[in-house]
């Protein structure tokens, strides 16, 4: 899933400071999962902001909605009726869902009240860590499903760097190496000649770095 | 004279583009810098343009210095990162290279090594800055540096396609000048008349504007310009001119003197692009008269 953080109250309030009635929107779907931005979240903020104006002498009218995925045009659509109500959007999404939402409604400012942080999944309750950075071309297949684009601090292939001090990575004691995490996995699955195969220089086209990405279904397009 | 001087003398100012070799065979490239030698007041040596590897620019300015040429040395933004932009900018100054500019850099996606991860991790912008602050005595970190560099910036005007994107340029420019560039490299002329109509916005800016001069080699080329270079309208005149020459080289040459010899009047100075045919550099010289 994609994963968030709130925003600092103090930032938000900026963003609120030229407006009167704005539209709390929340997702339901990754910023619920990760509690940054689901119907719970908005509910927490809508009172903390009402809170923190109230105390500055100001009112700010705040009407709470979530919608299934901001990041769907199709749902994006269910504000129409009533966006004119509103100075302004609060999104509650992900990055994705606040420009779907801008993108829509194109004479409505809309504000982002998360910091999107990683794809990434649930390590225990309460913590989240980075387990994917879309590089487009999946090599978890030759890594033993841990990937080292998203999980080695320096993205290296082709095993650790001289910086991997008893499974943890140099960056910080904190953090395992994901290359050792991999030639343990690749031990244990009795497949260290994957290892041993040296992978070329990564093609980066795939990833970010040939410039934003989309994906065209020729079978779905309608 | 070196390059700053030369700035400040208020002369036009005559700079030729040298892109180095692909390889480590340097005959061709010092051959043409012999022919070039008190001939140009400065080459500009692009870092890796349109993505393409080849040898360093500071490689290329330092054996253009040997030559006794004055380098004005690229710095792509695309290929290094912070650390790597500032080391090479204390490197230059120690070769004695001191001229330098930063582009963005053409996307990794129009050269030769299109599976290369690109860095983009400062702008031209935030390079000025970066020079500034090293002239200054600190690196874009803040921690002192062990003797003070000092540079002659330079920045590019982008190109334009339109008045709304030329206001944008202008804007650019003016904070590059505030950032400490001291002189200007604008996109190539092909239309004087269009060009002296934007120096006259452009002489507010306060530093010289050194003119793209490119050198056409063929219709085709000129075709393609037209097609794909924003703000560039080669006239169909100029396109028929080429056609019907019986050295259509030769004329190519005299439409870039020509072009040389009409900015004269009109801003700092003319950096004469050939794009791989340097060795025809003393040609255009000589029908501008320089
Ligand atoms: S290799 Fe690429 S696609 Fe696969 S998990 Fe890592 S970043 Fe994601
Ligand atoms: S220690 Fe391991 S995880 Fe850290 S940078 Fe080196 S190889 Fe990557």
């Not at chain 2, 990794?108 to 000025?128: I, Q």
């Not at chain 2, 794909?228 to 056609?243: C, D, H, K, M």
Request: hydrophobic share 45%; glycine share 10%; proline share 4%.
């Amino acid at each position: 899933m994609i994963t968030a953080v709130r925003k600092p109250l103090e930032e938000i309030m900026g963003f609120a400071a030229p407006y009167s009635r704005v539209l709390l929107l929340g997702c339901n779907e990754c910023v619920t999962v990760c509690y940054a931005g689901g119907r719970k979240e908005v509910g927490i903020l809508a009172s903390a902001l009402s809170m923190a104006f109230l105390k500055e002498g100001k009112k700010l009218d705040i009407v709470e909605q979530t919608l299934e995925r901001q990041c769907d045009p199709e749902y994006v659509e269910e504000i129409a009726q009533t966006i004119d109500q509103y100075d302004a959007v609060f999104s509650m999404a992900c990055g994705c869902g606040v420009q779907t939402v801008a993108g829509r409604y194109k004479d409505k400012p809309v504000f982002p009240m998360v910091n999107t942080m990683f794809m990434g999944a649930s390590e225990r309750q309460g913590v989240w860590a980075e387990r994917c950075a879309g590089c487009g071309e999946c090599v978890l297949g030759r890594t033993g499903g841990i990937c080292p684009v998203a999980r080695c601090s320096k993205r290296i292939f082709n095993g650790p760097c001289g910086g991997s001090t008893k499974g943890k990575c140099e960056i910080d004691p904190g953090v395992d190496c994901a290359w050792q995490l991999i030639w343990d996995r690749l031990k244990a699955l009795g497949r260290t000649d994957l290892y041993s195969e040296i992978m070329p220089a990564k093609d980066w086209r795939s990833a970010k770095d040939g410039g934003p990405r989309r994906i065209v279904r020729e079978d779905l397009l309608s | 004279m070196a390059w700053a001087d030369k700035l400040k003398s208020n002369e036009f100012a005559v700079v030729a583009e040298m892109e180095t070799p692909k390889g480590v065979d340097i005959s061709d490239f010092v051959a043409a810098a012999r022919q070039l030698k008190g001939r140009v007041d400065a080459v500009l040596i692009p870092d890796m343009s349109f993505a393409v590897m080849r040898l360093g620019a500071l490689s290329g300015a330092v054996v253009l210095k040997q030559q006794g040429l004055e380098p004005i040395v690229q710095f792509s933004c695309r290929d290094r990162n912070r650390l790597a932009l500032q080391a090479d900018l204390l490197g230059a100054q120690v070769l004695g290279v001191t001229s330098v500019m930063a582009v963005a850099g053409e996307p990794v996606a129009m050269g030769d090594h299109l599976d290369a991860k690109p860095v983009y991790d400062l702008t031209p912008a935030s390079f000025l800055e970066a020079a500034a602050g090293m002239a200054k005595g600190l690196d874009l970190a803040g921690q002192e540096l062990k003797g003070k560099p000092k540079f002659c910036l330079g920045a590019r005007i982008e190109p334009w396609a339109d008045d709304a994107e030329l206001a944008q340029r202008l804007t650019e420019a003016k904070a590059a000048v505030a950032k400490g560039a001291s002189f200007l490299v604008a996109p190539a002329v092909f239309d004087l008349e269009a060009f002296g109509e934007f120096m006259k916005q452009a002489k507010g800016l306060g530093v010289p504007v050194i003119a793209g001069v490119l050198l056409l080699k063929s219709v085709g080329m000129a075709r393609y310009l037209n097609q794909n270079l924003p703000g560039v309208a080669i006239s169909e005149a100029t396109i028929r001119r080429i056609r019907s020459a019986s050295d259509r080289t030769a004329e190519c040459v005299k439409i870039a003197a020509e072009t040389i010899k009409g900015l004269k009047p009109l801003c700092g100075g003319a950096l004469i692009i050939t794009a791989g045919w340097e060795d025809r550099l003393p040609e255009i010289l000589d029908a501008s008269g320089l």
